[in-house]
Structures are given as C-alpha cells and as structure tokens.
C-alpha cells in the first residue's frame, strides 16, 4: 500500500505541472485521492479515474 500512495504523490507533482483545462485526465485507482480530484477541478479537467473498490466481504 505504501507503494501506491508514494505513486499517486508522485503522479499529483507530474499533474500540477501540466496544462489540464478542458482536457480528458485518465488514470487508475491509485490516483482516486480527494486531493486529485479537486485539483483536475480547479483546472477544468474531466477526471477519468474508476473509483476504489468497496472491501471485500470476508463471509463470501
């Protein structure tokens, strides 16, 4: 897990460095963050980005 949120942070930085307006921004689960999210809505951008998945039911 630590693996993953080091990637999203990682990909934050690369985002706020690009010119995001109007424009499609695909990603994974991995970059699902709050932060992400309000940050591609400032910038005019159409998040693409499935959303987490709910936890497993351990009894199924």
Known sequence: MVDATIDSV????????????????????????????????EQQAIPVIPGKKPPSDPEI
Do not use: E
Request: proline share 0%; hydrophobic share 35%; net charge positive.
């Open 10 to 41: 990682q990909g934050f930085n690369v985002l706020k460095s690009m010119k995001l307006t109007r424009k499609q921004d695909l990603a994974d689960r991995t970059y699902d963050t709050n932060a992400i999210r309000t940050f591609l809505k």
